[in-house]
């Protein structure tokens, strides 16, 4: 567990060398503590935290005076931490028809933070409020908007709203912390009393965490994937043992209860666009199996971006999760019941995190919970769209791996390609890519949209763009071709480029074959090609020798020659669009 | 009413002499101050050591109160002149 005195040690190390992010903490109760809680927190996570404190209770002041220290200070972010404390003194003092507006009133107030033309840059981070329940009116409370919990709770929500209107205001869920560990945990009445702190010692290593959670997603450190033990982590006993109808899963079965939550909780995370993978000692069928006849599994194969089920180790399964997600191991979290595997992978996997899971399954979600892993600095239906991407990436290479031979592979993709001529609805894309492409650039000539639409327009140059769909899904337009004539019976290729996201797929036998069919049509009898190295087109460095066109000699650059009339189409999978 | 009425005992349950608390304290000390040397007797006070200020004496109290199961009153807090009277005050919650 985090204590305070962890955190504060921290401060003793050397982190002068971790990058520097710069903090404004401003409060209207003492803050000394939170802020080596939140300085500390940032050694933990690899940063060194400037942090400015303001003195005691000037919020406003640091905020509207545009000379304050803090806005000297020039931070990256700025804590706000006023407290449900000082708001209930204030709400004593008022009249029951003031009492009413106090939500509304606080409200305004951090709105004009929001809209302060000199924190347009800055991160807001906001301290929502931890209920003082004050049994004025009991639960009747409820019916009466003047009453404390009727402020309190409309404050709460009013700031969701907020926040959704200023993407510069960040709210750090205080009240979700107490919620989570209790009013008794949050807050010590007797250290109160003696130093107007309203956070306990014991809190504050989980407030400056929730707090440090939010700068990290903002910096884009947060977590992308979850990878999952199967026997006893998603469902209760062995697979390989127990079989199907032996394992605890679903309502009604006692312990098979604490599974199907579990599962509940990781779908939505699932549908919220964390990557889903298993890393589970089995053997694949027998794993797959629950997942596809369980009634009671809430996970489907489909959920799934990377399924690892053999008998490796965890460390070479999540390796290869890894090189497939082509993520970092510091966004991913693994969870596994067997304190064993969690060393193993601690100790070998520098940077992936790996929760301490209780040994009660029952456990299971609240320490979860407590954790908070998969804060986020931003959610949009994009993130869905990119997890799908990297879903259909997985099952790809996931697919390419349960084939020995290539071509069983390719063949078992489906590859489909459309080719056309440049058109008003693909230009803008071509040049595009003609911008972007580096690494499979046999010439790297940079195009712009009126470059390319002049192409189009002259009848002499042939041009082909090429679009590559699977049946996991469609790529878009990958490749472009621009061949120029050199004489009446000689072609030179000016441009081929491709993206990076379609190699090793044979598209670029399917491309010279559908070249070579375009020069062979319109009469020519060569094709010319030319390699000019950048730093970046190594890739490409043997292209044409490979695909069979001959050097040339007595050349200035490298160019290469293919005979039209001796060419054998080479093999492919992509079948043309037709 | 959800007050707790439990009275706390140390663990082993038996009653610590005065001895034993200077013992435990000066542990509570050295950790929360981060300073190895430090040695108390009932004359101590806060004066004659440097890493005890207001904000130590804050930590010191939350320790002691986990190590001893007790809590301090507000006032407590505040009281004591110098470690014999803190002493003197975990010594009688102890009972």
């Known amino acids: 567990m985090k204590t305070y005195k962890k955190l504060q040690k921290k401060l003793k190390t050397d982190f002068s060398q971790y990058p520097t992010i710069r903090v404004a903490l401003t409060g209207d109760a003492a803050t000394q503590f939170l802020a080596t809680a939140i300085k500390g927190e940032g050694v933990e996570r690899g940063y060194n935290i400037n942090l400015f404190e303001a003195d005691y209770n000037q919020v406003e002041r640091q905020i509207f005076d545009p000379t304050s220290e803090l806005h000297q200070f020039n931070a990256d972010f700025i804590i706000v931490f006023q407290s449900t404390h000082k708001l209930c003194e204030k709400h004593s003092l008022l009249h029951p028809e003031q009492q009413v507006k106090l939500a509304g009133e606080r409200i305004d107030f951090i709105k004009s933070i929001c809209e302060n033309p000199a924190l347009t840059n800055k991160k807001i981070i906001y301290f929502n409020y931890p209920e003082i329940d004050d049994t004025v009116f009991g639960s009747y409370a409820n019916k009466v908007t003047s009453s404390f919990t009727y402020q309190v709770r409309t404050l709460n929500y009013n700031l969701m709203n907020l926040a959704q209107q200023y993407s510069n205001l960040y709210i750090c869920d205080l009240a979700g912390l107490q919620s989570k560990f209790g009013r008794n945990m949050m807050f010590a009445p007797n250290i109160y009393t003696s130093t107007e702190m309203v956070l306990s010692l014991d809190i504050l290593p989980y407030v400056a965490c929730r707090t440090l959670d939010i700068i990290c997603a903002v910096k884009g450190q947060f977590k992308k994937c979850l990878i999952l033990d199967l026997d006893n982590t998603i469902w209760g006993g062995v697979i390989g043992d127990d079989g199907l109808e032996g394992i605890q899963l679903g309502h009604g079965l006692g312990i098979g209860k604490v599974f199907s939550e579990f599962q509940m909780w990781v779908k939505?995370?699932?549908?919220?666009?964390?990557?889903?993978?298993?890393?589970?000692?089995?053997?694949?069928?027998?794993?797959?199996?629950?997942?596809?006849?369980?009634?009671?599994?809430?996970?489907?194969?489909?959920?799934?971006?990377?399924?690892?089920?053999?008998?490796?180790?965890?460390?070479?399964?999540?390796?290869?999760?890894?090189?497939?997600?082509?993520?970092?191991?510091?966004?991913?979290?693994?969870?596994?019941?067997?304190?064993?595997?969690?060393?193993?992978?601690?100790?070998?996997?520098?940077?992936?995190?790996?929760?301490?899971?209780?040994?009660?399954?029952?456990?299971?979600?609240?320490?979860?919970?407590?954790?908070?892993?998969?804060?986020?600095?931003?959610?949009?239906?994009?993130?869905?769209?990119?997890?799908?991407?990297?879903?259909?990436?997985?099952?790809?290479?996931?697919?390419?791996?349960?084939?020995?031979?290539?071509?069983?592979?390719?063949?078992?993709?489906?590859?489909?390609?459309?080719?056309?001529?440049?058109?008003?609805?693909?230009?803008?894309?071509?040049?595009?890519?003609?911008?972007?492409?580096?690494?499979?650039?046999?010439?790297?000539?940079?195009?712009?949209?009126?470059?390319?639409?002049?192409?189009?327009?002259?009848?002499?140059?042939?041009?082909?763009?090429?679009?590559?769909?699977?049946?996991?899904?469609?790529?878009?337009?990958?490749?472009?071709?621009?061949?120029?004539?050199?004489?009446?019976?000689?072609?030179?290729?000016?441009?081929?480029?491709?993206?990076c996201r379609v190699l090793k797929r044979g598209m670029e036998n399917f491309t010279l074959n559908t070249m070579v069919e375009t020069a062979h049509k319109n009469g020519y009898k060569h094709i010319v090609g030319e390699y000019l190295p950048t730093s970046k087109n190594r890739m490409v460095e043997q292209h044409y020798l490979g695909l069979g066109f001959k050097q040339m000699e007595n050349t200035e650059s490298f160019r290469y020659i293919l005979d039209l009339d001796d060419y054998q189409p080479k093999e492919t999978f992509i079948t043309k669009n037709k | 009413m959800l007050e707790d009425s439990i009275t706390y005992k140390h663990h082993n349950n038996s009653i610590m002499n005065n001895n034993d608390i200077f013992e435990e304290l000066e542990l509570i000390f050295r950790d929360v101050l981060d300073n190895e040397s430090i040695k108390l007797n009932k004359d101590t006070c806060a004066d004659e050591i440097e890493e005890w200020d207001s904000l130590a004496h804050i930590q010191l109290i939350d320790s002691i109160q986990k190590k001893f199961n007790i809590k301090f009153t507000a006032k407590e807090m505040l009281s004591w002149d110098n470690v014999g009277e803190l002493v003197e005050c975990i010594q009688t919650k102890l009972g």
């Open chain 1, 268 to 499: 939505k995370l699932k549908q919220r666009g964390i990557i889903i993978c298993i890393a589970s000692k089995n053997d694949e069928n027998i794993a797959k199996e629950p997942f596809e006849k369980h009634p009671d599994m809430i996970l489907k194969l489909d959920d799934i971006a990377v399924f690892q089920a053999n008998w490796e180790t965890k460390v070479d399964n999540i390796r290869t999760i890894q090189q497939i997600l082509n993520i970092g191991f510091d966004s991913m979290v693994f969870l596994d019941d067997n304190p064993f595997e969690r060393n193993i992978v601690r100790e070998n996997i520098q940077g992936i995190t790996v929760p301490e899971l209780p040994e009660d399954p029952a456990e299971y979600l609240e320490y979860l919970y407590s954790l908070n892993l998969f804060e986020t600095a931003s959610y949009s239906d994009l993130d869905k769209d990119r997890t799908k991407q990297y879903q259909v990436e997985a099952k790809r290479v996931s697919l390419a791996k349960t084939f020995t031979n290539e071509a069983d592979f390719l063949k078992s993709l489906n590859m489909i390609s459309t080719v056309s001529g440049f058109t008003k609805f693909n230009i803008p894309r071509v040049a595009q890519l003609s911008q972007r492409s580096n690494q499979f650039n046999l010439r790297t000539v940079r195009y712009t949209e009126t470059d390319v639409t002049a192409f189009a327009e002259d009848p002499a140059i042939i041009d082909l763009c090429f679009t590559l769909e699977d049946k996991f899904g469609d790529n878009g337009l990958i490749a472009v071709v621009i061949m120029k004539p050199l004489d009446k019976d000689t072609l030179f290729v000016d441009t081929w480029f491709m993206s």
